[in-house]
């Protein structure tokens, strides 16, 4: 159950009392919070929270899950110090295991509240959990503070996700009317007067917390920081003193470090915090610490502060956690506060690699990126935190952000004063540009960082060096690159790094890919073997090994190696870093076109705050995947992701991949042509030898083009045909000089060349009905070979068609019946409505023909484009068509039908798809000339 409303409107209350009564009727009841925090979030610290209660509830199932799952060890307490790096899905599964375990014994609700405070782990822990359900009676309960999340908000896509999931149930708790509002005023304050109380209704809005906070301040307070002022006022100096403590401490405290901080004697703390619970501002809990009941609470009394009393508490905090293990960041944040910059530096440092040890990286660079706030007159210290935080950015797939922290720091490294940190961070720099499509060089970069360590033999030179191999192989400038990889492993050999040298080997391997692929395939299936070659380099083999194999067609095989890349790279803590995000988008693609739509959908589901441009990389294949599937997309979804495309072709290459076919479904002539072109601009930009990108552009584009032209949404042929002539002439060439490489390039090609026979029938030039046949049986057979199932199911359909048009109806069907299972397998809409259409014109043709005896009646085009609005519709769909031609929404749609609005807009999609139309109008028109509609 997620739980959403605004601050104050009782999500807490609602949820403890759920707990109240759970725990009455005998269910085990455990809870975490999120907290707010200035910085980054600890990773998973809701359910460290949850499983220390557990580890003190019952022990016995957490020490079993553990023995099973040992990286559940990350989150349990005083023992993640010193353990290995944990991987965040094993870790989820762990605590997927635990939960699963406890409520064997007894039925298990697990609270996790303030989610929109919560670190990314803990998100995409939940998302798992919350996918993937139990087998024994456990229910997990989340709140948000919906009022809180903006547009940019990172907790906004996970949400998005959670309403999407069947196991999920959402209430959203909106403002009370007047009539419980009143009850609750009566509840807390007797029964004033109503006037009394009837000014505190208006006053309070429907917000229960405002309404209590009114009535308990005397109902004559101003806005809620001078309510609760007056009511610190009420309190004498030790409960005033214990509450601002816990304001500044930012979360529940425990009972001996408020003694602390305070100062105050055993009898005394106690008198203040039971004055304290008793005005309603803190609330115990089971551990011996205390939390504000309400989280506004906290914020009000902090925001009070005079600068002086907050100053002097956040150094009793520092004081008091000085030597305490897992509390860097506290320790860092209330360092920066009372000016002591050096120690929030070195606090924050060490905070960041405890959240990369277990795969906080997002946490990890917000951590890292403040200590470079506190680091002063320190440039070679600045350069190294900087390379940190620049790494943790490449793992979190913030590509951007990365380079722009490291030009930023470059400024800042003087040649002669820091010539090494200088040589690193150039080095990084060098290897972003060879991933970045930027038409800055590389090679200087690297040139002038190779030069700065010469003479030097240790590590920092060694990964300088690397850094140039990479570079030079990136640039193909092979007899460079082989030399600087024998210095490497002479290198490396002497400094004793076998862990290199085996990656090196990898790099070598790489080289020879593009000129020798299946000497380059001997070499890193060999380099695998060797158990010195570390994760990164297994990461980068698999990698390769997948592209060599997609490039040859075997795409089975393909996906297989991927597949170990993306296990690699989770077990690395990057998924969506370098190779990382690779290995994930590839092998997500990859088992798209092997029809394994549901695998694709998991790889390809990017997180929540993933970054641009790598989000767009995402994004635009799971809106591939949709365009297959006949899902709606909003067609603004990749507009963002386009500003990114001169940084990387290959985004601009998936972007509109995506919207050709989305465009298209939508009649947008103009926008589809705008994307083809610049798309294909910024391709050849980048990519001067590119070949497939652009025949398998072409290729769709022209597809598009038919069925536009088909649909009469295209009315002048000559605005794409120039762009389909100039494809197939490009095309044809680089056949003829046989550079096109590898079995997927050449299905393209075939398809291209069919698709180019569909557009002019289509634009009404006569084109060879037998030759249209051969030229859709040469694609069939091109992405049967791969394979790559949809794209051979839509040939298929296409070959049916022709075969119908060439008057071969009987050979025909078969073809049909296999794209129809292979369609409905799949689950592919708009391929199924294309069968119909096929189906319905054939049926009508016939009619036509024995109808063909009475002198009044014309024979009828038994052309597909020429019935569009003869497709027989199934009753549900005619009931949809029926309201949206009366101006419905689909939400209108779904309350009138008493069904999901996801089921109408798949309805919706069949209607266009079997009618031809573009859009929802266009498709009423034809319904009521066809009959269809009164």
């Known amino acids: 159950m997620l739980v959403n409303g605004d601050a104050g409107i009782g999500k807490s209350r609602l949820v403890a009392e759920v707990a109240h009564e759970a725990a009455s009727a005998g269910h085990r009841v455990v809870s975490g919070h999120c907290i707010a925090l200035s910085g980054a979030a600890q990773p998973w610290s809701p359910v460290v929270e949850i499983v220390e209660q557990l580890e003190h509830e019952a022990p016995e199932a957490v020490a079993d899950a553990a023995a099973s799952h040992p990286d559940l060890d990350a989150l349990r307490s005083g023992r993640a110090k010193g353990v290995d790096a944990a991987d965040p899905g094993q870790v989820a599964r762990a605590v997927h295991a635990l939960l699963t375990t406890v409520g064997e014994e007894r039925p298990l609700l697990v609270v996790v509240e303030d989610i929109h405070w919560a670190d990314s782990s803990s998100r995409e822990l939940l998302t798992l959990l919350l996918t993937r359900g139990f087998r024994t009676p456990v229910t997990v309960v989340v709140t948000c503070r919906s009022d809180d999340l903006h547009r940019r908000h990172p907790a906004q896509d996970a949400l998005a996700e959670w309403h999407r999931l069947p196991l999920v149930a959402t209430l959203d708790l909106r403002p009370l009317a007047a009539e419980p509002m009143h009850a ?90 039971d004055q304290a619970i008793e005005q309603h501002i803190l609330v115990p809990d089971t551990r011996e610490s205390y939390g504000f009941r309400h989280a506004l609470l906290g914020e009000t009394v902090s925001d009070d502060l005079l600068p002086g009393a907050r100053r002097r508490l956040h150094r009793a905090w520092l004081t008091a956690l000085d030597g305490r293990p897992g509390v860097s960041a506290d320790i860092a944040r209330h360092a920066a506060a009372v000016g002591d910059l050096t120690t929030a530096a070195d606090a924050a440092v060490a905070a960041a690699q405890a959240a990369e040890a277990v795969g906080g990286t997002r946490e990890a660079l917000q951590l890292y990126e403040d200590a470079l706030g506190w680091i002063e007159d320190d440039p070679g210290r600045r350069g190294r935190v900087a390379l940190a935080a620049a790494h943790a950015a490449e793992l979190a797939g913030d590509q951007q952000r990365s380079r722009d922290l490291l030009e930023e720091v470059l400024a800042e490294l003087d040649p002669q004063q820091h010539p ?58 092979h007899d460079a690159a082989y030399q600087v990889a024998d210095e490497i492993i002479a290198l490396a050999e002497r400094l004793g790094r076998p862990e290199t040298r085996a990656e090196v080997v990898v790099d070598r391997a790489r080289i020879l890919s593009w000129r020798e692929p299946e000497r380059s395939y001997a070499g890193l299936t060999e380099a695998l073997e060797d158990p010195a070659l570390p994760l990164t380099g297994r990461l980068r083999a698999r990698l390769r090994l997948g592209l060599i194999d997609r490039g040859a067609g075997r795409l089975v095989a393909a996906y297989e190696q991927l597949l170990d890349g993306v296990r690699t790279a989770d077990a690395l803590h990057r998924p969506y870093g370098p190779y990382g995000m690779e290995v994930r988008l590839h092998g997500g693609r990859t088992a798209m076109e092997l029809g394994r739509w549901d695998e694709a959908e998991q790889l390809l589901a990017p997180p929540d705050d993933l970054p641009q441009p790598t989000r767009g990389f995402f994004e635009a294949a799971t809106a591939e995947l949709s365009a297959y599937r006949g899902e709606d997309v909003p067609l603004d979804l990749l507009d963002e992701a386009r500003a990114w495309w001169p940084h990387d072709a290959l985004l601009a290459v998936g972007c509109v991949a995506a919207m050709t076919e989305l465009l298209g479904r939508a009649g947008e002539v103009d926008r589809l042509i705008d994307w083809v072109r610049y798309g294909l601009e910024v391709v050849d930009a980048s990519w001067p030898s590119a070949t497939q990108a652009f025949v398998r552009l072409g290729a769709l584009a022209t597809g598009q083009g038919a069925d536009l032209l088909a649909r009469g949404a295209l009315t002048e042929p000559d605005l794409l045909r120039p762009m389909v002539e100039d494809w197939v002439r490009r095309a044809d060439a680089l056949d003829a000089a046989d550079e096109l490489v590898g079995g997927e390039s050449r299905a393209w090609r075939a398809r291209l060349q069919a698709e180019q026979h569909r557009f002019l029938a289509a634009a009404g030039e006569d084109v060879d009905a037998a030759d249209v046949v051969r030229r859709w049986e040469a694609s069939v057979a091109a992405f049967d070979a791969l394979p790559h199932v949809p794209e051979a199911a839509r040939s298929r359909v296409r070959l049916a068609v022709a075969l119908v048009h060439a008057g071969r109806a009987a050979e025909a069907e078969p073809v049909a019946d296999e794209a129809r299972r292979t369609a409905e397998r799949l689950g592919a809409r708009p391929l199924i409505a294309e069968l119909d259409a096929l189906r319905a014109s054939v049926e009508q043709a016939e009619s036509a023909a024995h109808a063909g005896d009475d002198p009044g009646t014309e024979p009828e085009d038994d052309s597909l484009a020429a019935h569009p609005a003869a497709t027989p519709l199934t009753p549900r769909e005619s009931e949809v068509l029926a309201l949206v031609a009366q101006g419905r929404t689909n939400g209108q749609v779904a309350d009138e039908l008493f069904i999901s609005r996801k089921t109408v807009s798949v309805h919706v999609s069949n209607v266009l798809a079997k009618l031809g139309a573009a859009t929802r109008g266009e498709a009423a028109a034809l319904a009521r000339e066809a009959g269809l509609l009164p």
């Open 184 to 273: 609750l005023i009566r509840d807390l304050a007797g029964t004033p007067d109503a006037g009394a109380r009837q000014q505190v209704v208006e006053r309070a809005d429907g917000n229960p917390f405002f309404a209590e906070q009114l009535v308990l301040g005397g109902g004559d307070g101003g806005d809620l920081s001078r309510l609760l002022r007056r009511r610190l006022e009420r309190l004498d100096d030790p409960a005033r003193q214990v509450i601002r403590a816990a304001a500044v401490a930012g979360r529940a405290v425990q009972h001996d470090l408020l003694a602390q901080v305070t100062g105050l004697d055993d009898d005394a703390l106690d008198a203040a915090l």
């Open 420 to 477: 090494v940190e200088r040589a690193l961070v150039l080095s990084e720099m060098a290897v972003w540009l060879t991933i970045l499509d930027l038409p800055e060089d590389p090679g200087p970069l690297s040139q002038e960082a190779v030069r700065l360590v010469a003479g030097r033999e240790d590590d920092d030179a060694l990964q300088v060096m690397h850094a140039r191999l990479q570079t030079l192989a990136s640039l193909k400038e």
